[in-house]
């Protein structure tokens, strides 16, 4: 009985193009992410809260009085508010929902298909 070694050429996610294309496009979506946190933190009210924070957590040392922890948890929620409030625009959200569509749809074509060097655009039906 004669044996043949084979290479296995197994690729790794990032080398695969549906796995590489869908992670590029949520490292975009990421990326646009962390920057509106960067305008929102940078915008004047916002920073302004964050130093009146710093400055009441300093003042009120270790242990801080009812008063001083009314004050710091108030600002706190205040900035948790805006951020949020910011964070829940409607367009990345809609970018949010529609790339875990897309993922969806490269998975199920990636499985029907058998591998997944497609072209994938073409498995979404769009091109983002």
């Known amino acids: ?13 990032d080398e695969q193009p549906a796995f590489a294309y869908m ?22 009210h916002l920073k302004d809260d964050i130093e009146q924070l710093k ?26 508010q805006r951020l949020a409030e910011a964070l829940s625009i409607s367009e990345l959200k809609e970018k949010h929902d529609q790339l875990k569509e897309d993922i969806s749809e490269v998975m199920q074509a990636t499985e029907m298909s058998g591998n997944s ?6 498995m979404i039906g769009h091109v983002a």
């Not at 270790?62 to 004050?71: A, E, G, L, N, T």
């Not at 060097?117 to 073409?122: A, C, E, G, L």
């Open 55 to 80: 400055l009441e957590m300093v003042k009120a040392g270790k242990s801080p009085d009812p008063d001083s922890k009314k004050k710091i948890e108030s600002l706190q929620q205040k900035i948790k």
């Open 23 to 44: 992670k590029h496009r949520v490292d975009e979506l990421n990326d646009e992410i962390n920057e509106k946190i960067e305008d929102i933190i940078s915008s004047t």
């Open 1 to 13: 009985m004669d044996i043949e070694i084979v290479d296995a050429k197994v690729k790794t996610l």
């Open 117 to 122: 060097n497609n072209d994938i655009p073409s």
